[in-house]
Nanobody, 118 residues
């Protein structure tokens, strides 16, 4: 069983920055995808950023140019650098690791709260 542990959330003023970390219990290079999702109150969980095992990245339109997903394979850690935060970024952020075998297998962290005050 894979464990993902997020950290780095908190309260920040609009325009500020936070960096989220996600530490995996095994090598993140073994996953086909590493991603960050978020879920705001009353809304569905949405994809924020995703990185393939080859290092390609993609972002939700709402965060392009402000958020950056990265990884440190030596530390089994994925990151989400969030700059110029807005109140609408307030949500619980979840780390996701995905294996593509006969069917997708998803692993999730417990989530970390990000609150942006305006």
């Amino acid at each position: 069983q894979v464990q993902l542990v997020e950290s780095g959330g908190g309260l920040v003023q609009a325009g500020g920055s936070l960096r989220l970390s996600c530490v995996a219990s095994r090598s993140i290079s073994s996953f086909n995808f590493m991603a960050w999702y978020r879920q705001a109150p009353g809304k569905q969980r949405e994809l924020v950023a995703i990185m393939t095992s080859g290092g390609n990245t993609n972002y939700a339109d709402s965060v392009k140019g402000r958020f950056t997903i990265s990884r440190d394979s030596a530390k089994n850690t994925a990151y989400l650098q969030m700059n110029n935060l807005k109140s609408e970024d307030t949500a619980v952020y979840y780390c996701n690791a995905r294996l593509i075998e006969t069917q997708p297998i998803n692993f999730w962290g417990q989530g970390t709260q990000v609150t942006v005050s305006s």
